[in-house]
């Protein structure tokens, strides 16, 4: 991290480069272009399951879920109800 502590010890403004290597910003976002064909492969896949494998699946998903909030709960972060009061928008809740 030399350059940062450069960046405080200068008081220039430390511009970062999207990628190593000579990557883009498009080589490094889940986008079309890196993600597009593995991720249809996949909804083929996902098309093609039983209903009662897809509903194994989605039963095994939410005691995970239940697991991981449990946990996070006595942790002392807010339990499910609380959480999606405190989130703003229709997109973060598309768990």
Same mark, same amino acid.
């Given at each position: 991290?030399?350059? &940062? ?26 986008? $079309? ?10 909804? &083929? ?10 509903? $194994? ?23 499910? $109800? ?14």
């Amino acid at each position: 991290m030399e350059s &940062v502590d450069d960046s405080k010890q200068s008081g220039k403004a430390l511009v970062l480069k999207p990628g190593i290597d000579d990557s883009t910003l498009k080589d490094l976002t889940f986008n $079309e272009y890196c993600w597009g064909e593995k991720t249809h492969k996949y909804m &083929v896949s996902v098309k093609n399951l039983t209903k009662e494998a897809f509903n $194994e699946i989605c039963d095994q998903a939410k005691q995970l879920f239940k697991s991981t909030w449990k946990a996070a709960e006595r942790a002392g972060l807010p339990s499910v $109800e609380v959480a999606q009061k405190l989130v703003q928008g229709r997109r973060a809740l598309l768990v």
